[in-house]
């Protein structure tokens, strides 16, 4: 039997006025069917490059294909070169033969038209069948995906459905023809570790049973080594290990491959520095890392000596459900519902749960950003329901927030040093413009940027650099309390490593205190000083980081730490 998918010596550029740039460097590598081969590497190491030339669904111009061949073996015997493929028997092969799911399900879905007919389009084109089999058959595959009742998705549009529901749509949809290859593109990236762990799962499930070759495109090594046989490290266009997992994360060659693997918050106490990229592979050379001291950096919070700086009591937002012909609300979805807590100052406070379970929610009405219908929020002895306009305001310059995604917090047509000044000037902190620009200068170096980048665009900057900016944004104002909101979720372990670093010492240096919002308990447990865990808009358990990591009381909390991808050790 020959390899399913044999990828040899290809090389890509992306064209543009200057000349080409190089994008892939003589990538090689084979898959066999009934293998999962991981592709991992960080944000521009040419993995998703990699995924969409298999597919050709690489635009060509500016893509170039300047060496290289791609063979894909339908039958077992006979090899077709990719590249070389006519368009229409290429349009045969794709969902077909070759399934693909992508990162985000929400845009790869067409908003327009129900879950169940999109999914049928695929069969209608693919198979021989008609619309009463090709129906049956989408209400099938829901079923195998475990979509909760699958007649009702099949009339739902993608809007109506949750984050983990749509990429189970996307699963049915690429596995409906029973492809010989499947390529997923970071599948399960935006996704609660409960969510992820099913996906995960399921995938693995339908692999085995259909026999497929699967490529499994992440940047998370602990899902590498819950999925995969095999896995391939890129760094910068080129291969630079590949090996067996249990090889890979046990005894890693490359520089690179053990800066990743370093780089995880679950291999490292609380209070130890994160190791970064940088101190493994540096230009292209190996660097020896120096061992990092650990500093036990842990608040004794169970005396309760600290002063609580934020004391919330019997807290609840409910938004409207269903509303009568008259528009009056009938039933409502809690999203925060009757929770109490206080926050001590200097702490970070950890705030989990699944997707819908009010985290963000909550963060959001602490600062007043949505209004809550019932209970207090005092902050430093005030009331926040019941001050002024004025006084909020004031008060704005004291409580922050860091959003989720970066890029749609900054306005596209704003350098970023302007963004930065823009909240010192609305609050009078700098006498001029020029010490306004010194002000912000003196930020940008803060979160290791540089004068030099103060003229620049957001859309100039990686995903990392984005989330550095929006932090020196929020200290801007000398805040006292900043709520984080999935502010590490989609960025690379490496990057990760470095906003969680710039995090503990810019905390050190102003000594703010912070709610941490995210679903990536090894991160909470690494940053946090105590843990608070919801379901459903209250809170099932609140304790230090290590009570809640290593002995959680509540159910809810154990099914949240047993999904963590833990890795091989």
């Known amino acids: 039997m020959m390899p399913l998918l044999e990828i040899n010596n290809l090389s890509i550029a992306f064209k543009h006025e200057s000349g080409l740039t190089p994008a892939l460097k003589n990538i090689s590598f084979t898959l066999n069917s ?53 368009q229409k028997e290429l349009q045969k092969i794709r969902g077909n033969k070759i399934a693909m799911i992508f990162q985000e399900p929400m845009t790869s879905l067409n908003p327009v038209h129900t879950c169940g007919h999109q999914v049928m389009e695929a069969l209608l084109t693919h198979k021989n069948l008609s619309a009463t089999e090709a129906k049956a058959k989408t209400i099938e595959w829901f079923e195998k995906v475990k979509l909760p009742n699958p007649i009702a998705i099949f009339d739902r549009y993608p809007h109506q459905l949750s984050g983990g529901q749509k990429q189970r749509v996307m699963i049915a949809m690429a596995l409906c023809c029973e492809p010989a290859l499947l390529i997923c593109d970071e599948p399960t990236t935006a996704l609660d570790v409960t969510v992820q762990k099913t996906i995960l799962t399921l995938i693995k499930e339908l692999q085995q049973q259909l026999n497929m070759g699967v490529i499994f495109i992440t940047h998370d090594l602990g899902v590498v080594a819950e999925v995969a046989d095999k896995a391939i490290v890129m760094y910068k266009g080129e291969i630079v290990e590949a090996a067996p ?28 520095r994160l190791p970064v990229v940088a101190d493994f592979w540096h230009n292209g050379k190996a660097v020896i890392a120096e061992e990092t001291a650990t500093v036990s950096e842990n608040i004794n919070l169970t005396n309760n000596s600290n002063k609580p700086l934020i004391t919330v009591s019997n807290l609840s937002v409910w938004f409207p459900a269903k509303k009568s012909f008259l528009g009056k609300a009938t039933s409502f979805n809690k999203a925060v519902d009757n929770v109490s807590f206080d926050v001590y100052e200097g702490e970070t406070l950890g705030l989990v749960g699944e997707s819908g379970c009010g985290k963000t929610t909550l ?26 306009t004025d006084d909020l305001r004031k008060m704005r310059r004291d409580i922050q927030i860091i959003f989720q995604d970066p890029y749609s917090s900054l306005n596209p047509r704003m350098t970023i040093g302007e963004a930065i000044a823009e909240p010192i000037r609305v609050h009078g902190l700098a006498k001029g ?42 200290l801007g104002l000398n805040p006292s309390f900043i709520v984080c909101d999935e502010s590490v979720s989609a960025l690379d372990v ?39 865990v919801m379901n459903k808009g209250k809170i099932e358990e609140c304790g230090t980081a290590g009570q809640i990591y290593y002995s959680p009381q509540q159910p809810y909390t154990q099914q949240l730490i047993a999904a963590i991808p833990k890795g091989i050790v």
């Open 494 to 532: 490496s990057v990760q490593a470095q906003v969680l670093n710039l995090l503990s010492d810019l905390k050190k240096e102003y000594g703010f205190t912070v709610i941490f919002i995210s679903h990536d308990l090894s991160v909470v447990h690494y940053i946090s000083d105590r843990i608070m």
């Open 34 to 86: 009934g293998e999962i081969v991981a592709l991992v590497g960080e944000s521009g190491s040419g993995k998703s490059i990699t995924s969409l030339s298999v597919l050709q669904l690489l635009p060509t111009p500016p893509a170039v294909y300047t060496s290289g061949e791609i063979l894909f073996s339908q039958d077992g015997n006979n090899h077709i070169n990719i590249l070389t493929v006519p």
């Open 363 to 388: 963060g959001r009405t602490l600062l007043r950003l949505i209004e809550p219908t019932a209970g207090s929020i005092t902050y430093k002895d005030k009331s926040l329901h019941s001050i002024s």
């Open 433 to 474: 413009e020029k010490q306004r620009k010194e002000l912000v200068v003196n930020l940008l170096e803060k979160v290791n940027l540089g004068a030099e980048h103060y003229n620049r665009y957001p859309h100039e900057f990686s995903g990392g650099q984005r989330q550095r900016i929006v932090i020196a944004r929020a």
């Open 245 to 272: 997992v249990n090889k890979l994360f046990k005894q890693p060659e490359h520089p690179y491959t053990k800066a990743l693997l370093a780089c995880r918050p679950v291999n490292h106490p609380k209070g130890q």
